[in-house]
């Protein structure tokens, strides 16, 4: 099995055991980032990722990473994932400052390997099933952009969503609408 292989297993196992901490106490979830935080935490436990290893410039980075930028079609620094795991080795963090030749792009480090990209949203309980839909349709509309551009890649959305609105018939629908992308839905035991 690759590595490749082997960090979407741990990223699956992760989100399965957040996704049933959700269902069962969905109340200690207090916002998205919340969410974030608590797989981040989960993945970082995983010696795959946490562990540091050496990038192009010589330095020592970790795989897992919050808030990674992407390019767009157009070749912008607009599309930015809540979780992203990058390869270090295949990454510069500019850590050469004599180095004035080489461009640099704004975000402050480049990498050109990414195992997989996760985008989270949470329903508090104050959208409407309308607003939630609208809501999690840009997240994965945006990972369908991108997944269009880099297939390599593999692409989660979670969707917390404490009323409940979406039966398994409606998440199943989502999933034929957007092929290639991970969709991981919960909702407290208590909805129905």
């Known amino acids: 099995m690759s590595k490749h292989n082997d960090y979407l297993r741990l990223v699956n196992k992760c989100v399965k055991k957040l996704k049933h901490e959700f269902e069962n106490n969905p109340f200690n979830f207090l916002s998205e ?7 981040f935490m989960k993945l970082w436990e995983k010696r795959e990722f946490c562990n540091l290893e050496e990038t ?5 980075i970790s795989r897992l990473h919050s808030e ?11 599309v930015h994932a809540d979780l992203s795991a990058i390869d270090p080795k295949h990454t510069n963090v500019y850590s050469d400052r004599r180095n004035v030749g080489r461009a640099k792009l704004s975000k402050g480090y480049e990498f050109s390997e990414s195992h997989f990209l996760i985008e989270i949203k949470f329903n ?6 309308e607003r939630a839909w609208e809501e ?3 997240d994965l509309d945006k990972l369908k952009r991108l997944r269009d551009r880099i297939t390599s890649m593999r692409y989660f959305s ?11 018939g409606d998440v199943n629908e ?6 290639g992308i991970k969709i991981v839905y919960a909702k407290p035991k208590l909805v129905s």
């Open 33 to 39: 980032d919340d969410i974030k935080c608590h797989l």
């Open 56 to 60: 192009e410039d010589k330095q020592k």
């Open 68 to 78: 990674v930028t992407y390019f767009d079609a157009e070749r912008k620094l607009r």
């Open 124 to 129: 508090r309980g104050e959208w409407s099933k």
């Open 136 to 138: 999690w349709k840009k």
């Open 158 to 168: 979670i969707f917390f969503d404490k009323r409940g609105y979406f039966s398994s």
């Open 174 to 179: 989502m999933r034929k609408l957007y092929p």
